[in-house]
C-alpha cells in the first residue's frame, strides 16, 4: 500500500509568497493530521481533519495559516504571505478508526522562507 | 492538559549497549502510549504502542511497559545497533490526536 504522500518534499521561496503544501492521505483513512517540526517547538499539532471536515484548528499559529480537506484524498496548508518564521519540516499524517489506532506519516516538506 | 515528558538527549551509547529512554505523561483518563521513531529526513514511524495498564508493546527488540501507578512507558532495547540512531518520541493519545514529547535523540558508535 502507498504511504502518505506529501508534495513538495522540498520549497524555499522568499518572504511574502503564498506557499501551498499538499497531502494525500492513506486510502479508506477518515482522519488527518498537520504537524509543524521546529527545532526549538518541537512537534506542533497544527489542524486535524475527521471525514474532511476540520475538528480542531486551535493549533494554526494565525490567519495567514489555513487547510482544506475539499475530498477523502486530498488536502492543503497553505501559507499566505509567508514568513521567515515560518520555516520549518510540515508534516502530514492519516489514521483509520479510534485513536487508539497509529497515525501514518508522510516524509515531510521542508519549508525555507528567505 | 494532557502532557509527555521525555529525559532529554542527545543520548550517545556504544554498540551492544542496554537502553533506556525514560518517558512520564500527565492525563485525566487512560490514554493509548505510543513510542514512535524518526530517522534523518523521514516522517514518523510506529514503533510500538500499548492500549491499557500493564501492557508491554514490543517490536524490532524495543520494548515499553504501560505502567499506570508511575505514569511512565520507559523504552528499552538489550542491545543496540548503529541503525538505531534516530530520534525518539513518546505520545499519548488525547480525545482523537497525538500529544508527543520534546524527542529523545539517539547516536550509537560503533
Known amino acids: 500500500d502507498a504511504g502518505v504522500i506529501q508534495s513538495p518534499r522540498h520549497e524555499v521561496t522568499e518572504m511574502g509568497q503564498e506557499v501551498t503544501l499538499r497531502c494525500k492521505p492513506i486510502?479508506?483513512?477518515?482522519?488527518l493530521f498537520w504537524y509543524r517540526q521546529t527545532m526549538m517547538r518541537g512537534l506542533e499539532l497544527l489542524i486535524y481533519?475527521?471525514?474532511?471536515?476540520?475538528?480542531?484548528d486551535s493549533g494554526m499559529p494565525e490567519d495567514r495559516f489555513s487547510a482544506k480537506m475539499p475530498n477523502a484524498s486530498f488536502s492543503t496548508l497553505k501559507i499566505q504571505p509567508s514568513e521567515p518564521r515560518d520555516s520549518a519540516v510540515y508534516f502530514c499524517?492519516?489514521?483509520?478508526?479510534?485513536?487508539?489506532?497509529?497515525?501514518?506519516f508522510g516524509d515531510g516538506t521542508r519549508l525555507s522562507i528567505l | 492538559g494532557d502532557s509527555v515528558t521525555q529525559m532529554e538527549g542527545p543520548v550517545t551509547l556504544s554498540e551492544e549497549a542496554f537502553l533506556t529512554i525514560n518517558c512520564t505523561y500527565t492525563?485525566?483518563?487512560?490514554?493509548?502510549l505510543f513510542w514512535y521513531v524518526q530517522y534523518p529526513g523521514e516522517g514518523l514511524q510506529l514503533l510500538l504502542k500499548a492500549t491499557k495498564a500493564d501492557d508491554k508493546g514490543s517490536n524490532k527488540g524495543f520494548e515499553a511497559t504501560y505502567r499506570k501507578e508511575t505514569t511512565s512507558f520507559h523504552l528499552e532495547k538489550g542491545s543496540v545497533q548503529v541503525s538505531d540512531s534516530a530520534v525518539y518520541f513518546c505520545a499519548l493519545s488525547d480525545h482523537g490526536k497525538l500529544i508527543f514529547g520534546q524527542g529523545t535523540t539517539l547516536q550509537v558508535k560503533p
Open positions: 486510502s479508506g483513512h477518515d482522519y
Open positions: 492525563a485525566t483518563g487512560y490514554p493509548s
Open positions: 499524517a492519516s489514521r483509520s478508526g479510534d485513536s487508539n489506532q497509529p497515525q501514518h
Open positions: 481533519f475527521n471525514n474532511n471536515v476540520p475538528i480542531d
